[in-house]
Nanobody, 115 residues
């Protein structure tokens, strides 16, 4: 099993920044992909960004140029730096780890961007 604990959500004005963190523990395994997904009220959960243990990244078009995903394999922790936030970025952000055992999710962190 894998445990994921998110932190760093909150309320920010449009144009501001937030940084999310997700600390992983348990049966992480060396080869894995970590990522951030989000779910706004009344909408389906969507991919925000992913990063492999080797550092390869993938971003949703809606956040390219504004969000940066990174990870520290030694901890292990994944981060999401969110800049130039927009009201449409308001959602619950979930951390995910995928490895050969399965897919694991964090409990979610609320991000609210006011106009």
């Amino acid at each position: 099993q894998v445990q994921l604990v998110e932190s760093g959500g909150g309320l920010v004005q449009a144009g501001g920044s937030l940084r999310l963190s997700c600390a992983a523990s348990g049966s992480i395994l060396r080869i894995n992909v970590m990522g951030w997904y989000r779910q706004a009220p009344g909408k389906q959960r969507e991919l925000v960004a992913t990063i492999s243990n080797g550092g390869s990244t993938n971003y949703a078009d809606s956040v390219k140029g504004r969000f940066t995903i990174s990870r520290d394999n030694a901890k292990p922790t994944v981060y999401l730096q969110m800049n130039s936030l927009k009201p449409e970025d308001t959602a619950v952000y979930y951390c995910k780890l995928q490895n050969h055992i399965g897919a694991f999710w964090g409990q979610g962190a609320q991000v609210t961007v006011s106009a």
